[in-house]
């Protein structure tokens, strides 16, 4: 998994397009899992995706928890509205897909292990077509939601 | 429809993170009363009414301990905020009103709210006496189904103040500056 991340990345840093023969591999940066209350029965992971090939983010499993599953979350006129992803999360080559506060994420449910910041989550992602990919997302505190940064814009 | 109106109530309410300044209370309709009566627990399951409010201004918030986002952000908002503002914070009743009495057992609101400031109150009740809670507080919330059989909830995601005599102040929008939102909860404070 590692050494075929490697080599998609630098494929990346190259600025060349994956040749379409290329196995399909999804890229995974920045993942994260936020912090979560004691007594919480659900959590939030996010991260980066960045597909060689139109892929799709069919399901996410975890050990640390009853059930993950990929949500939606919307903000209009003050209501959070959260929604699963049944079809899960489409991927277009070459574009990175940002799940992050506020916005399309990583819900695990019924945790079974505390979320507290320095700890980790492993995550198993399974694409359309890529191979799955298990990764361990850190928890991080986030007491500020994302969305403030934009204010500025 | 009656959940229409709440919806457009919360609409009216609820402050985009990104956009302008919030509404001010005198921009709603005088003839909409906001706050009122209910019957709810308090996490060691004692009764409780708005009547355990008065004499204080009030800081409340509606979620529930499953939401992973909105919820616990406020809360940790809210714990900064009370920190920040010193003694004023004593002068104020805090409290989180779960939209999820069937999960949110008075136990589990005490174990969730352990993690945030002591003076933030936990309230829950049964399904009829929160949707009464909600009614009255023009709180949107409403149930969706997931896969497994189980459920989610969307709901209004802004806290709201009131003052000492249960008069709606104003909202806090999620995602308001913390120097903003601190101090709107002076003023409350020290009105």
């Known amino acids: 998994m590692k050494p075929l991340f490697a080599v998609f990345a630098l494929t990346l840093a190259a600025g060349c397009a994956p040749a379409t023969q290329a196995p399909a591999a999804v890229a995974v940066t920045g993942a994260w899992c936020r912090a979560a209350p004691v007594g919480a029965l659900a959590g939030g992971c996010y991260l980066t995706l960045t597909a060689s090939a139109d892929d799709r983010l069919v399901s996410v499993a975890t050990p640390a928890a009853k059930r993950a599953e990929i949500h939606s979350m919307d903000m209009t006129g003050g209501v959070m509205r959260m929604r699963q992803l049944k079809d899960g999360l489409a991927l277009p080559a070459g574009k990175a897909v940002t799940l992050k506060p506020g916005a399309e994420h990583l819900m695990i449910i019924g945790p079974k292990q505390v979320l507290a910041a320095g700890g980790a989550v492993p995550l198993t992602l399974t694409f359309k077509k890529a191979p799955p990919q298990t990764i361990s997302a850190p928890i991080r505190d986030a007491a500020a939601p994302a969305m403030q940064h934009h204010g500025g814009h | ?191």
């Open chain 2, 1 to 191: 429809m009656r959940v229409l109106a709440w919806a457009a109530m919360a609409a009216a309410l609820g402050v985009s993170a990104c956009g302008p300044s919030p509404q001010k209370a005198e921009t709603t309709q005088p003839t909409v009363r906001i706050g009122g009566p209910f019957q709810l627990v308090d996490t060691a399951g004692r009764p409780v009414t708005e009547k355990a409010l008065l004499g204080k201004p009030t800081v409340i918030f509606f979620g529930f301990t499953y939401c992973p986002e909105v919820c616990p952000t406020t809360m940790a908002e809210l714990t900064n905020w009370l920190k920040a503002l010193g003694p004023d914070a004593d002068r104020l009743n805090v409290v989180f009103v779960s939209l999820d009495p069937e999960r949110d057992t008075p136990a589990q609101l005490k174990t969730y709210l352990s993690n945030f400031d002591p003076r933030i109150q936990g309230f829950t009740g049964t399904p009829e006496t929160v949707a009464a809670a909600a009614k009255a507080y023009r709180v949107y919330y409403a149930k969706v189904p997931t896969d497994d059989g189980g459920y989610t909830i969307d709901h209004s995601s802004a806290v709201y103040l009131f003052d000492k005599n249960g008069g709606f102040v104003e909202p806090i929008g999620y995602g308001t500056p913390a120097e903003r939102a601190i101090g709107q909860l002076r003023r409350l404070a020290r009105g």
